[in-house]
């Protein structure tokens, strides 16, 4: 049997959670297959702060928006007079432009990683604070970068970051029902850090489906003690 693999990379949990929502995604990789060689965008980020901790905890992509450029196979250059259009008609909808803290572009069907050219654009679009960059190719491959500017210039090129799914109605407790009703887990779970997120986020669903209105605190409990979860153990975000 042939092995597949390609040589594994290992992302940096930057400590904040870094997603893309899922219909904007969905636009960065139409705008990939439809370019011959590279393409460009810009991303809107929102950067969720903590209320009680006043910490930022994620930063979420909320849209690409695609502005003209010259592309070839190797390289990708924005049109600085667009980026002002573009920056003038979000502000004229009310949208903060410093919000455009995400650059994303395709390397076509090269790897992905992050060239000399990269490393200025990045420096190009440097602002006072942060931003996040995001390389793609037509396989699929993707590495998300961190860029800090204050009070020095440091980056992270490889950070852990996922796509954002829109939230169904009901799919979390129908899941959750169907899991409890088809998977025997035998006594293993150890307490690794993944395990233990895995259930903060299962214990973040279960607490949202409560505050729908489609939990009972009682039905809580019950879930909570089929998990083997106490809920002093979780602290909300
Ligand atoms: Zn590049």
């Not at 980026?83 to 090269?110: F, P």
């Not at 037509?138 to 800090?148: A, C, F, H, P, V």
Request: hydrophobic residues 40%; proline residues 3%; negative net charge.
């Amino acid at each position: 049997m042939q092995n597949l693999q390609r040589t594994p990379r290992q992302p940096v949990d930057a400590g904040v959670k870094i997603q893309v929502e899922a219909e904007a995604m969905q636009k960065l990789w139409l705008w990939t297959d439809f370019a011959r060689g590279e393409v460009s965008c810009l991303g809107l980020v929102d950067e969720v702060v903590s209320t009680d901790t006043g910490r930022t905890t994620a930063l979420i992509v909320t849209d690409f928006f695609l502005v003209k450029q010259d592309c070839t196979s190797d390289e990708t250059d924005m049109d600085v007079a667009d980026v002002a259009r573009l920056i003038s008609e979000l502000e004229a909808k009310g949208i903060d432009s410093r919000k455009l803290r995400c650059w994303a572009h395709s390397h076509a069907t090269m790897s992905v990683f992050w060239s000399g050219q990269d490393e200025s654009c990045i420096s190009g679009l440097a602002n006072a604070e942060w931003l996040l960059s995001l390389v793609v190719n037509k396989r699929r491959d993707t590495q998300m970068r961190l860029d800090q500017f204050h009070p020095s210039h440091m980056y992270i090129p490889d950070v852990v970051w996922e796509v954002k799914y829109p939230l169904v109605d009901g799919l979390a407790e129908a899941c959750f029902d169907e899991f409890k009703a088809k998977v025997h887990e035998g006594t293993f779970m150890p307490r690794t850090r993944d395990v233990v997120s895995g259930r903060d986020r299962l214990w973040n669903e279960l607490d949202h489906a409560r505050e729908r209105g489609a939990l009972t605190m009682d039905d809580l409990d019950d879930e909570l003690n089929w998990l083997g979860i106490e809920r002093d153990d979780f602290e909300p975000y």
